[in-house]
């Protein structure tokens, strides 16, 4: 009766109906059936069935064995969670007790859960790891994909899982889908697991089936090649001519992280950086603060105004529509951008030569309140920005000061070098400041290089500082 009914009115109108003589079997096929017939814009509707059905789940669950549990733990994941946490936590510990009776699919699908909910619930994982190496060998492309995916959700780094279950996919490889490739390759680029066999192979796989890939496979894909800084140079063209085709079904994380990742990569293909452009154009009021971020800081990177870009009347044409659209999403959205984004943001609106005070206007209230949450390199890079752009702005300045005074021990001489140049640009004569941060050079003065020198020394002659008698021979003489 329970199979017959195809979707979530039938599954409702039959729980109404006969609830009350379900027994265990019942209740677990119910719910999974609810997941089943859930299709993504009735979820408000499934979760409430589901929720329905909990209790008596809790009720019956003393009779269920491994596979009930696993099932019901996906089912509620699937249809994307109830607002019950002691269903949540009473079946957890159940799913520990009946761990031992999982077989390969339930392993997989009930850490597929856990991490679908964001529940990283250290008992059950503990008990998890403990329990299903000895499946492993019997987990197949799916379970294996999926299981690779939750742990580096969850953060798990177990080395002797991860290890396993990286070797386990590397021989089932063959099988593996599209979708299976690409979140295997996002789970060892967030695993950091560089230097696996199982990486070389998995993007060779991947290569392959790019036809197949879905929108977010395809940025997973180039993502993950970028965090662990492999360029492919096959996969790469492959991925390029895949992508320019899909790239209109790309979302705004999708098309940030895509951009992100090529500028990580030092990949400057002017049809797909024009046709990204194009896309994301139409996105930006969907992209989050740190997705517009990224995204300018790559066109950025990229180097948008050097050749062989700038000598392509297209693509030129379609750079200042895309910087005014990204000016006014940013604008509305600044408040939330992190010290990361708000650094990042300034840095390539300078490399971009966007001086647009509105924007500037609003980047410098938002960072004002944010800056004791900068790092020595944000701070760096954020004051070199501003002088760039030649925005000077007093209250900022002396935040900033502040701030970095506290960071100082943290600035590398990089960091220390561009700093200087940067407050002598504004004419920063504050000499508490300026000793300081000579003296800080001073002492790392083994550890500058050329530039650092040439900016260091220009600050000071724009300052009116005898550069040797305060950072040292070693360094005047390394200019």
């Known amino acids: 009766m329970i199979k017959a009914c195809g979707n979530l009115a039938s599954l409702k109108e039959l729980a109404l109906s006969y609830s009350h003589h379900f027994n265990y079997m019942h209740v677990s096929a119910m719910m999974s059936s609810v997941a089943k017939a859930y299709r993504g814009h009735n979820a408000a509707e499934a979760q409430q069935l589901v929720l329905q059905l909990s209790p008596l789940a809790l009720n019956l669950v003393d009779d269920m064995g491994g596979r009930e549990i696993a099932n019901i733990l996906w089912a509620v994941a699937k249809v994307g969670g109830i607002k019950d946490e002691s269903f949540m936590s009473s079946w957890l510990i159940a799913a520990q007790e009946k761990v031992h009776e999982f077989n390969a699919q339930h392993f997989a699908n009930s850490l597929w859960a856990v991490a679908t909910l964001g529940i990283r619930d250290e008992s059950f994982i503990s008990t998890w790891l403990a329990a299903a190496p000895e499946k492993l060998p019997e987990f197949n492309a799916q379970n294996l994909a999926n299981s690779l995916w939750a742990a580096a959700t969850l953060g798990i780094r177990d080395e002797p899982f991860i290890s396993s279950c990286l070797l386990a996919a590397k021989v089932k490889l063959p099988e593996f889908n599209a979708q299976e490739l690409a979140n295997s390759l996002?789970?060892?680029?967030?695993?950091?697991?560089?230097?696996?066999?199982?990486?070389?192979?998995?993007?060779?796989?991947?290569?392959?089936?790019?036809?197949?890939?879905?929108?977010?496979?395809?940025?997973?894909?180039?993502w993950a090649a970028?965090?662990?800084?492999?360029?492919?140079?096959?996969?790469?063209?492959?991925?390029?001519?895949?992508?320019?085709?899909?790239?209109?079904?790309?979302?705004?994380?999708a098309l940030a992280n895509s951009l992100w990742a090529a500028a990580t990569l030092g990949i400057r293909d002017e049809p797909f950086i024009s046709s990204w452009?194009?896309?994301?154009?139409?996105?930006?009021?969907?992209?989050?603060?740190?997705?517009?971020?990224?995204?300018?800081?790559?066109?950025?990177?990229?180097?948008?105004?050097?050749?062989?870009?700038?000598?392509?009347?297209?693509?030129?044409?379609?750079?200042?529509?895309?910087?005014?659209?990204?000016?006014?999403?940013?604008?509305?959205?600044?408040?939330?951008?992190?010290?990361?984004?708000?650094?990042?943001?300034?840095?390539?609106?300078?490399?971009?030569?966007?001086i647009d005070e509105p924007f500037i206007s609003s980047w410098l209230l938002a960072a004002q309140v944010k800056l004791p949450e900068f790092n020595a390199q944000e701070l760096a890079n954020s004051l070199w920005a501003a002088a760039t752009l030649r925005f000077r702005d007093e209250l900022f300045i002396s935040s900033w000061l502040l701030a970095a005074e506290m960071k100082l021990p943290e600035f590398n001489p990089q960091n220390l070098a561009k700093s200087l140049r940067a407050a002598a640009t504004f004419g920063v004569r504050d000499e508490p400041f300026i000793s300081s941060w000579l003296r800080a050079a001073q002492a790392k003065r083994l550890e500058l290089n050329s530039q650092d020198v040439t900016d260091i020394t220009w600050a000071a002659d724009r300052l009116g500082i005898q550069v040797g008698s305060l950072v040292g021979t070693d360094v005047a003489n390394k200019k």
């Open 186 to 222: 996002w789970a060892s680029a967030t695993l950091g697991r560089k230097d696996e066999p199982f990486i070389s192979i998995c993007f060779l796989a991947a290569k392959v089936k790019l036809h197949d890939f879905n929108a977010q496979d395809l940025a997973n894909s180039l």
């Open 226 to 253: 970028a965090t662990l800084g492999i360029r492919d140079e096959p996969f790469i063209s492959s991925w390029l001519l895949a992508a320019q085709v899909k790239l209109n079904n790309f979302n705004s994380q």
């Open 277 to 354: 452009l194009l896309a994301a154009q139409v996105k930006l009021p969907e992209f989050n603060a740190q997705e517009l971020a990224n995204s300018l800081w790559a066109v950025a990177t990229i180097g948008i105004w050097e050749e062989p870009f700038i000598s392509s009347w297209l693509l030129t044409a379609q750079v200042e529509p895309f910087i005014s659209s990204w000016l006014l999403a940013a604008q509305v959205k600044l408040p939330e951008f992190n010290s990361q984004a708000l650094t990042n943001s300034l840095w390539a609106a300078a490399r971009l030569s966007i």
